[in-house]
């Protein structure tokens, strides 16, 4: 049971390039998340999806796009990179069992550091 | 929207000695709290979660929060601090989502140093 995976770990980009993160959890979870961490700023939202075959945008949704592959993979794609997107990027994974009731806590992958040049 | 703050960035304790680390929380309706702990070049991971019943929560790692109604608080507390115990702490609250459904709301997070 590897949980929720990322890849790559590293990432070194020139401004306009683009790129996909990918993110897999082996958990059967049902909601996605992709965050991204700066210093003093905490983690933030950028986009999720609630169940397969649906995604919503979070707090800083611009400059990205994601798609839910299937159940178990979420990816991120930055379609053309600027420097303001230089961070640390988890993905993390939630069980919805319990229903409204209830809240289960998230499951984070490693991360990804990207390096917008 | 739900929120949380976290006032300190940094929390400086002697190994042995008790910890804490504040949050403040501010919610619409009951609140979904949670504590989650970052160690260096690692995702994050789950601590403990207050959804209802007991106001102190037990976690990993011997952490506990107490939940506090009146003064909407959800502040960490481990009553001996290792080394160990340094990392990065944040303080979450569940959201409504847009479309339905619920997300998860992080503070900024408190740096916390267990010195020797």
């Known amino acids: 049971n590897a949980g929720v995976t990322q890849t790559p770990k590293f990432q070194v980009l020139k401004t306009g390039q683009s790129m996909t993160l990918q993110c897999a959890q082996d958990m059967n979870h049902n909601s996605m998340y992709w965050y991204r961490q700066d210093p003093g700023m905490g983690l933030r939202l950028i986009y999720y999806s609630a169940s397969e075959g649906t995604t919503d945008k979070g707090e800083v949704p611009n400059g990205y796009n994601v798609s839910r592959l299937n159940k178990r993979e979420f990816s991120l794609r930055l379609e053309s990179a600027a420097p303001s997107q230089t961070s640390v990027y988890f993905c993390?994974?939630?069980?919805?069992?319990?229903?409204?009731?209830?809240?289960?806590?998230?499951?984070f992958g490693p991360g990804t550091r990207l390096t917008v040049l | 929207a739900q929120s949380v703050a976290q006032p300190e960035d940094q929390v400086n304790v002697a190994e042995g000695n008790p910890l804490t680390v504040k949050c403040t929380y501010s919610?619409?309706?009951?609140?979904?709290l949670f504590w989650y702990v970052q160690y260096p070049n690692r995702g994050l991971q789950f601590l403990l979660k207050?959804?209802?019943?007991?106001?102190l929560v037990k976690g990993s790692y011997g952490f506990e929060a107490e939940f506090n109604k009146s003064q909407t608080s959800f502040h960490l507390k481990k009553p001996s601090a290792l080394v160990s115990d340094s990392a990065l702490y944040f303080c979450a609250v569940r959201d409504m989502a847009q479309t339905g459904g619920f997300k998860t709301i992080f503070g900024a997070g408190t740096r916390l140093f267990v010195k020797a």
């Open positions: 207050y959804i209802t019943g007991d106001n």
């Open positions: 919610v619409s309706g009951n609140p979904y």
């Open positions: 993390a994974s939630r069980d919805l069992a319990g229903g409204s009731s209830s809240y289960n806590e998230q499951f």
